[in-house]
T-cell receptor, first 111, second 116 residues
Framework: LAKTTQPISMDSYEGQEVNITCSHNNIATNDYITWYQQFPSQGPRFIIQGYKTKVTNEVASLFIPADRKSSTLSLPRVSLSDTAVYYCLVAAEGSARQLTFGSGTQLTVLP | GAVVSQHPSWVICKSGTSVKIECRSL??????MFWYRQFPKQSLMLMAT?????????EQGVEKDKFLINHASLTLSTLTVTSAHPEDSSFYIC????????????FGSGTRLTVV
């Protein structure tokens, strides 16, 4: 299973763009990169998933360089409600392999 | 969509009793479900993987006789914490994978178990 490394915590202010980078040096060819958000006392919620280059949806963008050894989750114009823990995971498409959670990044958005 | 319902959302039980937590996939069939445990300020730790119609696979250090998992149908998995003790107090979360949806992992809302 590819191990991921993320910053333990980050602080930002409302309205700013936040970029959280995840390192996954031993990512396998068939692994996808997925980001989840977790609020206290709730289950993780899917944010975005990608394989290479850039993926964008209504809440975030995901940037993946050509070597795929890292990825960056970009949250545009964060608000106080974006304060949460963000997890980066890698897993193979179509595999029943369980998701392995790293430490995650505690994002705190300040007023 | 892919919705996973977990029940109850919180439970308080006395030490020595058993507690059952249900995880249901509401709008899809889940061949595989996962159970996680999360202590305060920590990440999710996988406890076991359950496959419909077969025995669960437990992670190292997780007592299978204490944490009974049953996945009798494609939409329901249950986790029973037997003879609960205060150290079993934690946040339990299930996850289900939609059968024909590649990764498709969806998480339940979690169950806060407090053993007194």
């Amino acid at each position: 299973l590819a191990k991921t490394t993320q910053p333990i915590s980050m602080d930002s202010y409302e309205g700013q763009e936040v970029n959280i980078t995840c390192s996954h040096n031993n990512i396998a060819t068939n692994d996808y990169i997925t980001w989840y958000q977790q609020f206290p006392s709730q289950g993780p919620r899917f944010i975005i998933q990608g394989y290479k280059t850039k993926v964008t949806n209504e809440v975030a963008s995901l940037f993946i360089p050509a070597d795929r050894k890292s990825s960056t989750l970009s949250l545009p114009r964060v608000s106080l409600s974006d304060t949460a823990v963000y997890y980066c995971l890698v897993a193979a498409e179509g595999s029943a392999r369980q998701l392995t959670f790293g430490s995650g990044t505690q994002l705190t958005v300040l007023p | 969509g892919a919705v996973v319902s977990q029940h109850p959302s919180w439970v308080i039980c006395k030490s020595g009793t058993s507690v059952k937590i249900e995880c249901r996939s509401l709008d899809f069939q889940a061949t595989t479900m996962f159970w996680y445990r999360q202590f305060p300020k920590q990440s999710l730790m996988l406890m076991a993987t359950s496959n419909e119609g077969s025995k669960a696979t437990y992670e190292q250090g997780v007592e299978k006789d204490k944490f009974l998992i049953n996945h009798a149908s494609l939409t329901l998995s249950t986790l029973t914490v037997t003879s609960a003790h205060p150290e079993d107090s934690s946040f339990y979360i299930c996850s289900a994978r939609k059968r024909d949806r590649g990764l498709g992992y969806t998480f339940g809302s979690g169950t806060r178990l407090t053993v007194v």
